[in-house]
């Protein structure tokens, strides 16, 4: 009998859970570095398309910096227009400055948007150097690799490519597979093989599409008293 608990789970974001393919050996293991406590490593820009992980390795940096009594603070750049409410006025106090204060590394999510603001351009530059400067660590990731990110700065293009510059890439059948394999595991819910071929088949393949497939059968399964089969991945996505 099929054993489901406390579905769905939500795993924090940590390296131990983060799947590990050949899309991904690299970023992986240059966020581990920037992680760690030898200090080899203090720059690290990652690039992919949506879905790939990204956000998934700068939340697993920002979890190994963090402590009780100093969390490292993340910020995704699509949230930069609300932390502002559109004004970006060279007189004002820099709020991002505001965030990062006192932390021990610059993470941020998704600098592909960016708003298109110089005097927003000015502000990274300064929190960027003052990190760089004072030996901390920075954790960026975008869409495109850094001489490909439209209005971005050239000068922090320059020094983004001074670091370690990874891609994530898990578009191929056998790293979607195995991160299927530990959605579910993550979930406590039993996958049968024609049942992932099935939802690799007919749902997008980014990450967070999957994981929402993999949660609604889960759901149903529960819900009807009933083992994930086929038969029922076809009744919940509604495709034959």
């Not at 992986?28 to 690290?44: C, I």
């Not at 402590?67 to 603070?73: H, I, K, N, T, W």
Request: net charge negative; aromatic share 8%.
């Amino acid at each position: 009998m099929q054993l489901v608990f406390d579905f769905p789970a939500t795993p924090r974001y940590t390296f131990d859970n983060f799947v590990v393919c050949d899309g991904n050996r690299a970023a992986n293991l240059f966020a581990r570095k920037l992680a760690g406590n030898d200090g080899t490593e203090n720059l690290l820009y990652v690039y992919g398309p949506p879905g790939s992980g990204k956000t998934h390795l700068l939340a697993a940096v920002a979890n190994c910096l963090s402590s009780p009594v100093a969390p490292a603070p993340m910020i995704s750049c699509r949230e930069i227009q609300q932390i502002y409410s559109g004004d970006y006025s060279a007189e004002r106090v820099s709020l991002l400055g505001e965030r990062f204060q006192g932390a021990q590394a610059l993470l941020l999510d998704d600098i592909h948007l960016l708003p298109d603001n110089a005097n927003l351009k000015v502000e990274i530059w300064q929190l960027f150097n003052d990190f760089y400067d004072s030996g901390r660590r920075i954790m960026i990731t975008g869409l495109a690799p850094p001489k490909e990110l439209p209005g971005l700065d050239d000068h922090l293009i320059s020094r983004l490519l001074w670091g370690l510059v990874a891609r994530v890439d898990i578009n191929d059948d056998d790293s979607r597979r195995m991160i299927l394999a530990k959605l579910a595991e993550d979930m406590q819910v039993i996958v049968p093989s024609d049942v992932a071929e099935y939802v690799l088949k007919h749902v997008r393949r980014d990450v967070p599409s999957l994981r929402g497939a993999l949660e609604q059968i889960g759901r149903f399964a529960l819900a009807e008293g009933r083992k994930v089969t086929l038969r029922l991945a076809r009744e919940v996505l509604g495709r034959s």
